[in-house]
């Protein structure tokens, strides 16, 4: 069950208790990746859709598809700004305009490298610019008549497309929370700085799907996106969060020795974070 293997020991952990030499950080994620990959969809190898790291998971990020926009931006966003105002304003604004279209192609690219790259803090600074950029012009056009095309991250072959900035800025959200989840699964759980690094990847992870649920819950197409974007699957990827937050927090108080009677709160809010995951 959920609980079991939030709170249980994994064949993995059991095999390093009962040898000194165990192996590096790398071998354990490959050994229960395979391990959970006999178990059912949710963990398939490196890039499926859920990735597993002893008994913590990330989730992938979306990918651009079908007739997107692609690398047509900058020209769109030229012509837009010519036919709402005026050419003279469209030419003052090429260099913004033109960011705008090197900051997408980039978290485009960051996208399909997925899973082949170590978790970078430079791929979600990028993404916050980009979020960032995407809000401003928000602010300042109600579309630019064309769709930004997005693939659904569990299941590749359902795409949405809108044309609206709100649904651009909800993919560079969902995909900056998939990136803090697999920095957090990639951080050392076997001292102090990397439990603390990695429960607090965790929390961010959290909190950024927080902010992009309510963004969906208010937009006009929320009640028409793919599966990872619904609300249900946003709140149970942030109560898993959560809970692998509360699960570093559960480590480090063993590694400390607390007494039994605090180890046992820790472990019941934890069992709480993964019940109210499995009712969203």
Not at 191 to 197: D, I, M, P, T, V
Request: proline residues 3%; aromatic residues 8%; contains cysteine.
């Amino acid at each position: 069950s959920f609980h079991a293997r939030a709170l249980g020991v994994s064949a993995c952990e059991r095999r390093r208790d009962a040898d000194a030499s165990w192996p590096t950080h790398e071998k354990c994620s490959a050994e229960a990746t395979r391990e959970e990959g006999k178990q059912g969809p949710f963990a398939q190898p490196y890039d499926g859709p859920v990735r597993a790291c002893r008994n913590m998971l990330a989730f992938p990020k979306k990918q651009v598809g079908g007739k997107d926009v692609g690398g047509n931006l900058e020209k769109i966003l030229h012509s837009h700004i010519t036919r709402k105002f005026s050419r003279a304003l469209a030419d003052e604004h090429a260099t913004q305009c033109a960011a705008v279209a090197t900051a997408r192609k980039t978290v485009v690219e960051d996208a399909k490298a997925g899973s082949n790259n170590h978790p970078d803090e430079v791929v979600r600074a990028r993404l916050v610019q980009y979020y960032r950029l995407i809000r401003g012009l928000e602010l300042r056009f109600e579309a630019i008549g064309v769709q930004f095309m997005w693939r659904d991250s569990f299941q590749q072959v359902v795409k949405m497309g809108e044309a609206d900035f709100s649904f651009e800025a909800a993919a560079a959200l969902f995909n900056l929370a998939a990136e803090t989840s697999r920095a957090a699964i990639y951080s050392d759980r076997s001292n102090e700085e990397g439990l603390r690094e990695a429960c607090l990847n965790f929390r961010k992870a959290a909190g950024i799907l927080g902010v992009l649920l309510g963004l969906v819950e208010g937009a006009p197409w929320g009640g028409r996106c793919t599966v990872d974007l619904q609300p249900c699957t946003l709140r149970l990827l942030q109560h898993v969060m959560l809970a692998q937050a509360q699960r570093c927090f559960y480590e480090k108080a063993v590694r400390d020795a607390i007494s039994p009677k605090l180890l046992v709160k820790l472990a019941k809010q934890l069992q709480l974070f993964y019940s109210d995951a499995e009712q969203k």
